[in-house]
């Protein structure tokens, strides 16, 4: 395969919010299609779409979009999926790719395979790159460069319609890995469930306090609250969903939470600087690790500092 | 006062890593003493510091540190401060000030206050601001522009020593509020000491899986992870203090944490989907009051993207 050819005839996106759009914007940067079609059913949000450019045509009607389509990704809220492929199902292209961005495999699999037509090749995937920001405005090409993209198909899946996938994604700036539905939801949940789970949680408990008005909260956040809540202000149809939809795994992964939350907790309540200091010490290694794995900046601060400071030493 | 005059005659920082090297580089930039010393007994901590060149004179004795200081800032581990002041006290200039940058100032008064002598002017302070680098390298003078710096004065104490310290954090940048001492210790523990436990405590438990690799974790954790693991690369002897020394005020707002928690897992296990959105709702707010307040930016990803990004829409 050539690496400047097209690799789709045409993309079909059902959604088109941070990730689709911007699956849209790096498929035009990498050449990746021919033509790229969004499904957006609401007036409103298809406006905004249409304004934001990024699709070559955009539909209120399902059948009209998929016409055609060598790849179809759903990239609604993960809860809208079944309903969506049934209404596709008819109109779906014999040999055409379905895909989806969800951050959850288990249950993406168990509502959108009763409805794929035989000669479809479904094949779930997950592009685990985001920011707080929703909506069709907020994507942009480079969101996926550098990240990994996580395809987990089902046994008996056509090697060729997997390959292509995998290709698609690395031309998206992505590297990609294979792993197994039941996995991805379990690493998934620990990455990024439980994580948005407890911010969520922090910031609400932050909001409802009688003894710290949220004035103070809010003017003194830089000390580590602020952190929070940019995770706690993403989509919370699609977060709803996720919880909804990953429960088990989410569940054991906020037990395990829980437990070393309550052995801090009683190490701070007897005074056990030695097993605080080491935890501390420990965590920082795993921070270093992230970063020569380029998968997060250096610069202190996210690097919001740069933009505060005049000089730099 | 002019607004170029210096306001102290010669500093003294007590430790010099990234708070006091802070104000170190904002005296200089403010111009606002004639004079920066440094007491840094550890050679190669001190040999560091004269390489990062934001002292005057750099002290392995604490006697010649301080001597004819007009202010002395306590910026090591706040678990050390009883023992400095004890050290410092015979060598105070009548009239100085004696402050600290503690994150918790409930200890600080009960460890500091028997020690300072009569005509010392001891004022508890609290820099709100930082990152979660160390060490005398780390600091640089814009780290407390736009940041609050809180004033915990203790009844009875010469307003016009307290007036010349408020101006002096106004010229290194900040904004200065005047605070009861327990209030300080309560807001602190919601908007910075928990959101750090909780921080530490994910960390350690993703470190600690046996169902999903530390390789996993590290390279899915731009889905969220990655954000908690800068808070948990703070400094681990100043956290370990501030845990020992605030311990109240953590366990009631940690109480409260765990109270939403349970809740909160609870709706995930019985799948109470509207209880999750309407919280997902309200957190977003909390998000937006603290850009518009100025204390976080407004970009996705607290701007990360913006190095990813090659063309910006």
């Known amino acids: 395969m050539s690496d400047s050819s097209p ?51 955009l539909h209120a009607d399902i059948a009209s979009a998929v016409a055609g389509a060598d790849l179809v990704v759903l990239a609604t809220p993960i809860g809208t999926f079944g ?9 779906l292209m014999p040999d055409a790719i379905l895909t989806d961005v969800g951050s959850v495999k288990g249950a993406v699999v168990r509502d959108v395979s009763p409805y794929v037509p035989a000669g479809v090749h479904f094949i779930p995937a997950h592009p685990v790159a985001g920011t707080e920001e929703s909506g069709p405005e907020s994507g942009f090409a480079e969101l996926f460069d550098g990240r990994w993209c996580i395809l987990t198909p089902l046994p008996g899946t056509d090697p060729a319609a997997v390959q292509k996938l995998k290709d698609f994604w690395r031309r ?122 380029g998968q997060d900046t250096a610069e202190p601060n996210f690097g919001r500092l740069s933009r505060q400071r005049r000089v730099r030493r």
Request: glycine share 6%; net charge neutral.
């Open 7 to 57: 690799i789709f005839s045409k993309i079909t996106l059902i959604g088109a919010g941070l990730i689709g759009s911007s699956i849209a914007h790096a498929s035009r940067r990498g050449g990746l299609a021919n033509h790229i079609s969004a499904y957006i059913p609401r007036d409103e949000t298809r406006a905004r779409a249409a304004k934001a450019g990024f699709a070559d045509s």
């Open 83 to 91: 309903e969506i492929t049934k209404q596709a199902a008819p109109h």
């Open 172 to 293: 998206c700036g992505s590297d990609v890995e294979i792993m197994d539905v039941q996995h991805h939801d379990l690493v998934l949940a620990i990455t990024s469930h439980v994580p948005h789970l407890i911010a969520y949680n922090i910031v609400g408990t932050a909001a409802d306090l009688e003894t710290v008005t949220r004035s103070e909260v809010i003017k003194y956040s830089a000390s580590g609250f602020r952190d929070f809540t940019r995770i706690a202000a993403s989509d919370p149809t699609m977060w709803r969903d996720i919880f909804l939809n990953n429960r088990d795994a989410v569940l054991e992964m906020l037990g395990r939470f829980n437990e070393d939350l309550a052995a801090l907790q009683r190490a701070v309540r007897w005074g056990d600087g030695e097993a605080l200091f080491n935890l501390f010490t420990r965590t920082r290694a795993i921070r270093r690790s992230i970063i020569e794995a």
